[in-house]
Nanobody
Framework: QVQLVESGGGLVQTGGSLRLSCAAS????????MGWFRQAPGKEREFVSV????????YYADSVKGRFTISRDNAKNTVYLQMHNLKPEDTAVYYC???????????????????WGQGTQVTVSS
């Protein structure tokens, strides 16, 4: 299977930046998309961004477009989420996820992903 481990969360002030990392291990060759999701207290887990391992093509939720950048380092089997201009509403547990089953579209729903990390907390203070 595939194991995912996130890191890089923390406490930051409004307008600040953080970079999250997600290291993949195991049978990583079966994963073709890597996504980031987040879940705030009392809310559903929501899509943030996705990147295709091979092409590097990316897609973002409207709420983070222009502020967040997803990237990957294939040699390190690691995906990153660079977050700038953070807002209090970005506060959430951030999860990375791996997708190994093809479905049409960008892979923006939770059910399309088979592998999940344990999450890393991001808190943005006002």
């Amino acid at each position: 299977q595939v194991q995912l481990v996130e890191s890089g969360g923390g406490l930051v002030q409004t307008g600040g930046s953080l970079r999250l990392s997600c290291a993949a291990s195991g049978r990583t060759f079966i994963v073709f998309d890597m996504g980031w999701f987040r879940q705030a207290p009392g809310k559903e887990r929501e899509f943030v961004s996705v990147i295709k391992w091979n092409s590097g093509t990316t897609y973002y939720a409207d709420s983070v477009k222009g502020r967040f950048t997803i990237s990957r380092d294939n040699a390190k089997n690691t995906v990153y989420l660079q977050m700038h201009n953070l807002k209090p509403e970005d506060t959430a547990v951030y999860y990375c996820a791996g997708r190994s089953r093809w479905t049409p579209g960008w892979g923006t729903t939770r059910g399309e992903y088979d592998y999940w990390g344990q999450g890393t907390q991001v808190t943005v203070s006002s």
